[in-house]
């Protein structure tokens, strides 16, 4: 895992520093199935030009992650034999693309790959020969694409326009066998064939087929950005065939349903825009119980100066119903609940459809040891912070109902009018206080009491304050003031990468428009200290102290196992 991370930090900076891309809409498209489930694309040119106009260079990079021992320079010969001759087209977009799909034996298989161009394939192969974890491999020759299997579940596959890197996971379930009344283990996969007929048909699909047909993915493609996000739900349908039961409409309730996003890395900060686009079925319950802003008077007077994050909600309740009708299991649902003296609808409509949690205060501090000693492993650390969670009360018989029935489960207590936390909750540390009003749960009694009583204002950035109005959900962190709350201690080895966090990131917000009749939007913002140099620059500083970090970290471990193993770790160990 750890040797995939630092060829993934190896990969990001190929990406980042090299060339450039002229088509708009993307011809590897044809190469992704339709069904891809996720996808993502960088734009290297615009990347490269940003970097340069930073004063930020490939050798700049290698100079800052690469030091003058061995292992630093066998990495770094490694590094620029990958950039310089492997034959790969580093100037042509980059893609990364996830499928899953369920077998008709139940036994799920997913895979995750990584597509890029090809300059010279000839010389990829020299490349692919040389590398010590694949010699020995055969390269295998087919009629449109040439491939190798490596020994790790990945395959790579290249004709000499493209390259396609493959992770495979397939998992099985042991499988219960009715006759003899006893799980019995799967037949065996063959794990090469499945690779490559898998990935031959990234090779031979037809234009249909993939999503170069797919007008709503080629069309994102206009808008000029770093990097592209798209996904589908259609990856989850295969799934459905595992559930104990099979909903009506579920399939057609989930197909088609698609969301883009554009990325780009500005002065000061990285912005992500999104767009939504359901299908027509999905779309018209959205359009039918459509919700309503934020409100935002549910953390006006939260008590404290040192928040660290915000989740606002607003929804219409009643859209819980309209899907139970759409999937045809309203009745259904309420058959189950008649037993427990309730409704679907009480479910749904005991809450007005506000919801606000803060969470402030955060804090990472160090208590004197029970008993005194000077072992440091003594000294105990305890998150501290503090929370509230708040939901205004929709229909009040239906949520008397339930709260009654919490107080029979022995979860709450009712002294007067006002339900408390039973002792279930009460050990895990939460404080609730409901009426026929609110709902609120809080972190101790003293942050309940502050709140409730309005007497202090809340200290909200102004900036992210005003992109929350008009927003049916909102999300801020204050990473700056999160990151400042953390030890030392818990950074470990990563306290360098940790301490340019700390200087490097201000917040994140994010917001979502309601749904407007086609389809919804969202965006999400992360602010940055240095608002004068582009986030691109100042993230690629941290993302090299992180490498860093890691080699330093690699390095220990290494410097360790030589120690305890002279003669080299015993195989029952490598193997394990």
Same mark, same amino acid.
């Given at each position: ?480 003031? /999160? &990151?400042? @709350? *953390?030890?030392?201690?818990? $950074?470990? !080895? ?7 966090? +700390?200087? %490097? ?32 620059? /100042? &993230?690629? @500083? *941290?993302?090299?102290?992180? $490498?860093? !970090? ?7 471990? +290494?410097? %360790? ?16």
């Amino acid at each position: 895992m750890k040797q995939i991370v630092r060829l993934s930090l190896l990969m990001w900076l190929v990406i980042i520093t090299l060339s450039s891309c002229k088509n708009n809409i993307p011809k590897e498209a044809r190469y992704i199935p339709k069904e891809a489930g996720f996808v993502l694309s960088f734009n290297p040119q615009l990347m490269k030009d940003k970097l340069q106009k930073g004063g930020i260079s490939i050798d700049t990079l290698l100079q800052r992650v690469f030091k003058n021992d061995s292992l630093d320079s066998k990495d770094k010969a490694r590094f620029n034999q990958l950039k310089d001759n492997a034959g790969i087209d580093w100037n042509s977009k980059i893609f990364v693309f996830m499928l899953q799909k369920t077998n008709p034996d139940n036994s799920v298989s997913s895979n995750y790959s990584l597509l890029g161009a090809v300059k010279d394939a000839g010389l990829f192969e020299s490349y692919l020969q040389l590398q010590d974890e694949l010699k020995g491999k055969e390269i295998k020759k087919e009629k449109d694409y040439s491939y190798l299997v490596n020994g790790n579940g990945s395959i790579i596959a290249w004709n000499n326009e493209q390259v396609i890197a493959t992770m495979f996971r397939h998992t099985q379930k042991p499988v219960y066998d009715t006759v003899a009344m006893a799980f019995k283990q799967p037949a065996p996969i063959n794990m090469e064939a499945e690779m490559k007929r898998e990935v031959g048909r990234y090779f031979t699909q037809k234009i249909n087929e993939s999503l170069a047909s797919v007008d709503i993915f080629t069309a994102m493609f206009k808008e000029k950005a770093d990097g592209y996000v798209f996904t589908s739900a259609n990856s989850s349908l295969a799934g459905l065939s595992m559930l104990p039961f099979q909903l009506p409409k579920m399939e057609e309730l989930l197909k088609d349903n698609f969301v883009t996003a554009t990325l780009s890395f500005e002065e000061g900060r990285i912005i992500a825009k999104s767009t939504g686009y359901p299908n027509e079925l999905l779309g018209s319950v959205l359009k039918q119980y459509a919700g309503h802003a934020v409100n935002l008077s549910l953390i006006e007077n939260y008590p404290s100066q040192h928040i660290n994050a915000i989740v606002l909600a607003a929804f219409n309740p009643e859209i819980f119903g309209g899907l139970l009708r759409q999937l045809e299991v309203e009745g259904l649902a309420n058959n189950f609940l008649e037993k427990a003296g309730v409704t679907s609808q009480d479910l749904y409509k005991s809450l007005k459809g506000d919801i606000a949690v803060v969470v402030s205060d955060f804090d990472i501090t160090q208590k004197e040891p029970q008993f005194k000693t000077d072992e440091k492993s003594m000294i105990r650390k305890k998150p501290i912070g503090k929370m509230i969670v708040t939901a205004p009360v929709g229909d009040k018989i239906s949520f008397i109902k339930l709260m009654d029935k919490a107080v029979e489960q022995g979860v709450l207590k009712k002294v007067g009018n006002t339900y408390k936390a039973g002792v279930p909750v009460s050990l895990l540390g939460l404080y609730i206080m409901a009426d026929e009003k609110n709902l609120v749960i809080a972190s101790d009694s003293l942050t309940y009491t502050a709140y409730i009583s309005k007497r202090t204002r809340s200290v909200i950035n102004e900036e992210a304050l005003h992109k929350f109005k008009g927003k049916s959900i909102v999300f801020y962190v204050d990473i700056a003031g /999160t &990151l400042n @709350g *953390l030890s030392k201690e818990s $950074a470990g !080895d990563f306290n360098k990468s940790l301490n340019t966090a +700390k200087t %490097t990131f201000k917040d994140i917000i994010a917001t979502t428009d309601n749904f407007d009749g086609k389809n919804s939007k969202a965006a999400l913002e992360i602010r940055l200290r240095n608002e004068r140099q582009n986030s691109l620059v /100042t &993230l690629t @500083g *941290l993302l090299a102290d992180i $490498a860093v !970090d890691m080699r330093v970290q690699a390095r220990r471990e +290494k410097e %360790t196992e030589e120690k305890l193993f002279p003669g080299g770790l015993p195989a029952i160990i490598r193997t394990n």
